[in-house]
């Protein structure tokens, strides 16, 4: 069962509008979320993350918000350019011991496309 | 600026072969990983290495094994490599402390025939 869900698999968004990226998690002990972005033929690259302690977190164009209650994070890049165009994966990881702080759980990714 | 390299980047395998990937990090990084890709599963974690000198196993530990050789390097082997186990492979690094993000290479390609 996934414990960390992107149900949207796809986005398409036009350069300089708002592009909004969704995740959806189950285990309430995660308490440190992540972004990744992934090119075709490269590693994922390191994003921007937020602690639970936090509701928001801001990277340039990029913010992360957290909604505890309902269990939801979501990623939004303003604004949005061509060259955003990538996979982009939510990662959580949490648990109160030092091996379930190691240990990352992914969704499956979002396909963005950002049009000219 | 390097961060973390794997080799090979392909291979290609007949079932029951061994195989060893190897990955690096300049990063002075306590921590290493090995990751598996496959499509409509994610990203899975194989196994783990906290530190130089120990290693622990992740979701998807079977049919493979590892080695922390320092604190530089952390291969992955496989000894009979199996249809099941083709995927792409990714090796991470992180600080070793909580809340702090891993980096990773570009993968390794493997297919097993």
């Known amino acids: 069962d996934q414990q960390v869900k992107q149900n949207s698999p796809s986005l398409s968004v036009q350069e300089g509008r708002i592009s909004i990226l969704n995740c959806d998690y189950t285990n309430s002990m995660f308490d440190y979320f992540l972004w990744y972005k992934k090119y075709p033929a490269e590693g994922p690259t390191f994003l921007i993350s937020?602690?639970?302690i936090k509701d928001k977190n801001e990277d340039g164009r990029f913010t992360v918000f957290l909604n505890k209650s309902a269990k939801h994070l979501s990623l939004h890049i303003v604004p949005s350019q061509p060259g955003d165009s990538a996979v982009y994966f939510c990662a959580a990881s949490g648990g109160g011991n030092a091996g379930n702080n190691r240990k990352l759980i992914w969704g499956l990714g979002t396909s963005l496309a950002v049009n000219p | 600026n390097a961060g973390v390299t794997q080799t090979p980047k392909f291979q290609v395998l007949k079932t029951g072969q061994s195989m060893t990937l190897q990955c690096a990090q300049d990063?002075?990084?306590?921590?290493m990983y090995w990751y598996r890709q496959d499509p409509g599963m994610g990203l899975r974690l194989i196994y783990y290495?906290?530190?130089?000198?120990?290693?622990d196993k992740g979701e998807v530990p079977n049919g493979y094994n590892v080695s922390r050789l320092n604190k530089r390097e952390f291969s992955l082997r496989l000894e009979s490599a199996a249809p099941s186990q083709t995927s792409v492979y990714f090796c991470a690094s992180s600080v070793d402390r909580i809340n702090q993000p891993q980096h990773f290479g570009d993968g390794t390609r493997l297919s097993i025939l």
């Open positions: 290495s906290a530190s130089e000198g120990t290693t």
């Open positions: 990063m002075n990084h306590n921590s």
């Open positions: 937020i602690s639970s």
